[in-house]
């Protein structure tokens, strides 16, 4: 089983991102640590809570950063609600959180891990790129990094930006820089990651409490993309997760990308080279294409596996 770290920010689609790779016989989820982004810091930590809890998931859960490296917070309640995670209703957490912060409890998961680790960042860049300048000796210990975020061709929270590269773009360049393996997925595919009403009411038939909650999830954050134009619901951040269970679902092109932190219309673009007309080392493999049939099918196998 690969030993793998959950960074995000739940976030409806953390959340069933945290779902799909809890489901999975391929990983071990060795640590969750959650960042403000969607939410702040305190209520994206309690929404990891409710939902592990809710699900019986038993891990440690370390609080991370509360804002970006050097800019101020931008969250997201238009998508995710007050909340940060509105939708189902959720009894109190019975999980607490570590009394380390994330960054602590990333570095001791690597450290004494015998095996390389693959880290899994659904939201901004922040936590992971704190942990790579505090313990830059760790890097080597980390297998590849896939994240949700940036695209090729297209922005969701700009016209030309992506929310998570777009509220911490320079912890994200930092991590792009970092030469660690990364697999990029961002709206390129997530856009085509899409979970039709039919196959939610699939999810809703199984008819025990975690499929009803995930329905629910999926209820909610559907509003926001039908009024995008969506004919389904996507599922960004599992496309990250998914692609660590399975590669094979995704495909992905090597490419150079960088990270624009300056742009006047452009600020947390991911600049993909994708015809490679810098000829600079290629430090990404960007996720183009999706199985999305086998995609779903996946996530609907995982999500029945709970109560
Ligand atoms: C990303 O932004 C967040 O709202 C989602 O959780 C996802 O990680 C999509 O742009
Ligand atoms: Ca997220």
Redesign the pocket.
């Known amino acids: 089983r690969k030993p793998v770290i959950l960074d995000c920010?739940p976030?409806?689609?953390?959340a069933i991102a945290l779902l799909l790779a809890f489901a999975s016989d391929k990983l071990d989820v060795k640590a969750v640590t959650v960042l403000a982004?969607?939410q702040t810091v305190e209520k994206t930590l309690h929404n990891a809570l409710k939902v592990l809890s809710f699900a019986g998931i038993t891990v440690e859960v370390a609080k991370g950063a509360a804002k970006p490296l050097m800019r101020q917070l931008q969250i997201?309640p238009e998508?995710?609600g007050d909340s940060g995670l509105d939708g189902p209703v959720f009894p109190p957490p019975t999980l607490h959180p570590s009394p380390d912060s994330a960054v602590d409890l990333i570095a001791r998961v690597l450290r004494n891990s015998d095996q390389k680790v693959t880290l899994i960042p659904?939201?901004a860049l922040t936590n992971i790129a704190l942990t790579l300048l505090a313990h830059p000796e760790l890097k080597e210990k980390i297998e590849r990094i896939s994240l949700?975020?940036g695209a090729c061709f297209t922005g969701?929270?700009t016209p030309a930006a992506?929310?998570?590269i777009l509220v911490d773009p320079e912890a994200a360049r930092l991590v792009f820089d970092s030469g660690i393996p990364i697999t990029m997925c961002g709206?390129d595919v997530?856009h085509r990651a899409l979970i039709y009403r039919d196959e939610i009411e699939r999810i809703r038939r199984i008819g025990k409490k975690v499929p009803t909650m995930v329905a629910e999830l999926l209820d909610y954050f559907f509003i926001f993309h039908r009024k995008m134009g969506f004919s389904g619901c996507p599922l960004?951040?599992p496309c990250a997760v998914g692609y660590v269970i399975d590669p094979s679902l995704i495909t992905t092109k090597a490419c150079h990308v960088d990270i624009e932190t300056k742009g006047e219309h452009t600020l947390g673009t991911t600049v993909v080279d994708y015809y490679d007309v810098w000829k600079k080392p290629k430090n990404a493999e960007v996720a183009l294409g999706i199985d999305r049939e086998r995609f779903i099918e996946l996530l609907i196998q995982s999500v029945q596996y709970y109560d």
Do not use: C, Q, S
């Not at 976030?11 to 953390?14: C, M």
């Open positions: 920010d976030g409806h689609d953390d982004g969607n997201a998508v995710h659904t939201g949700m975020g969701n929270w992506e929310f998570n709206l997530t960004h951040d």
